[in-house]
């Protein structure tokens, strides 16, 4: 059986697949919330909402505080660098591909026309 660790890459990217979780980032960039309001926003339960948290902050992307009976959550200091990194690596690799592709095509349409010429 393989074993299979999760990365940091690993855990933001499964934190951002899901709407929810992306709502939450956007709200918290306005500002810091507790739990409770934020669970208000989404129109769910506490506990579902502490389960998006929780997935949220295992991924660095949110950091919660208790004060007394509230607990208030805010962004991650470690933000979404590696992340943005990645996709960006990857685009390019995309972009080169799909040039590479439009060549090809150009060069299926030119010989194409070429034939019909004589």
Partial sequence: MVQYIATPLDLS??????ATRRGIIDLLGHGDASITSL????????????????????AGLVVTQKVGRVRTCRLGKRGLKAEAEWIEAHRKLFEARFDALDEIINEIQQGGSDEGAV
């Fill in 39 to 58: 669970a208000d926003a989404f129109q769910m339960t506490l506990t579902g909402m502490k389960k998006h948290v929780q997935v949220l902050e295992r």
């Fill in 13 to 18: 990217f499964a934190a951002l697949s899901d």
